[in-house]
């Protein structure tokens, strides 16, 4: 996509209409945004392998919870493993060929939307359990949470082909090479994509479950539920708060294709402003086992 090609992982920048020399934002990009991907992959893959094989590893049944936690520990995983072949292309330029470049953003995309959905589908399972207690007695089985989870990365594969399908090797750099007659649609549908099925649907949804999570417990008499009224409050905060703003940029830069944007020094701004929200939305991936597999306290007789 625009979003995702031009200023962050892919690294194609457009001269635009007009010319607009780009060198400092690039300089910039060599130096902050190789330091940025280490660090998210390091923290990113240790924490998610720990949730990965505390789950796996657990002598004791597992729950329907615990297929979630694994398919967004994976997701995370898939995400943060394209990180440093990223940061080497930002550096270096692309060196592995043209099938390996399709490959690092199939991994890129898929993780990114997988990790979505699984947020979102944890979201509605606590729901379930939570404010549908009596329906989730029948509902919340395992066979039920594998076919969704399933769904889910079936669902994660198809929406991310229009992402990664156009993947090429151009004067080694592995960026997205649209035919013609799509070069003008298809990064603003890949956009707009990435701001609905990637953002606002799961942030409806994350919303309207917890709200109906936090009515139910204010009306029930256990003195757990001032943590757990808390706990989901961080959930949805930190999930605003760290993907909002990097969604606003990738609507600007759709808004970028329709020339809303004739300044060099405007378009340099939003490109400076991609890099920033791009390292608060990608650190995302490092406080999911904090958030989601750490804090509750089935997990942590796991470790």
Same mark, same amino acid.
């Given at each position: 996509?625009? #979003?995702f090609t031009e200023t962050t992982a892919e690294y194609a920048y457009d001269e635009h209409a007009f010319s607009c020399n780009k060198a400092d934002i690039q300089e910039?990009?060599?130096?902050?945004l190789p330091i940025f991907y280490i660090a998210v992959f390091a923290l990113g893959l240790t924490g998610n392998l720990t949730v990965f094989f505390a789950i796996v590893k657990a002598s004791s049944k597992k729950s329907i919870t615990d297929i979630y936690l694994l398919s967004l520990a994976v997701s995370d995983i898939l995400f943060v493993?394209?990180?440093p072949f990223w940061a080497s292309n930002v550096v270096r330029g692309w060196t592995l060929g043209t099938i390996p470049c399709t490959v690092v953003s199939s991994l890129y995309y898929i993780g990114f939307f997988g990790g979505m959905f699984s947020i979102t589908v944890i979201s509605i399972d606590r729901y379930l359990a939570i404010v549908r207690a009596t329906y989730s007695?029948?509902?919340r089985t395992l066979k039920h949470g594998f076919l969704i989870t399933c769904g889910v990365w079936a669902i994660a594969v198809l929406v991310s082909v229009p992402h990664f399908v156009f993947s090429q090797l151009v004067e080694n750099d592995c960026i997205s090479v649209f035919p013609q007659e799509l070069e003008n649609i298809w990064p603003v549908?890949?956009?707009v994509e990435l701001n609905t099925i990637g953002f606002l649907i799961p942030l409806c949804i994350i919303c309207y479950c917890y709200c109906g999570i936090i009515k139910t417990l204010l009306f029930c008499k256990n003195q757990k539920k001032t943590r757990a009224v808390k706990l989901i409050l961080v959930v949805v905060v930190v999930f605003f708060l760290f993907w909002s703003p990097y969604n606003v940029l990738i609507f600007l830069e759709t808004l970028k294709h329709y020339e809303l944007f004739t300044s060099c020094n405007q378009i340099k701004s939003l490109d400076y402003a991609m890099h920033l929200t791009e390292t608060i #939305?990608?650190?995302h991936c490092c406080l999911n086992p904090l958030i989601y597999a750490f #804090?509750?306290?089935k997990f942590r007789k796991y470790l």
């Open positions: 996509t625009e #979003a910039f990009g060599k130096i902050f493993i394209s990180l007695l029948k509902s549908f890949c956009n #939305a990608f650190s #804090a509750g306290e």
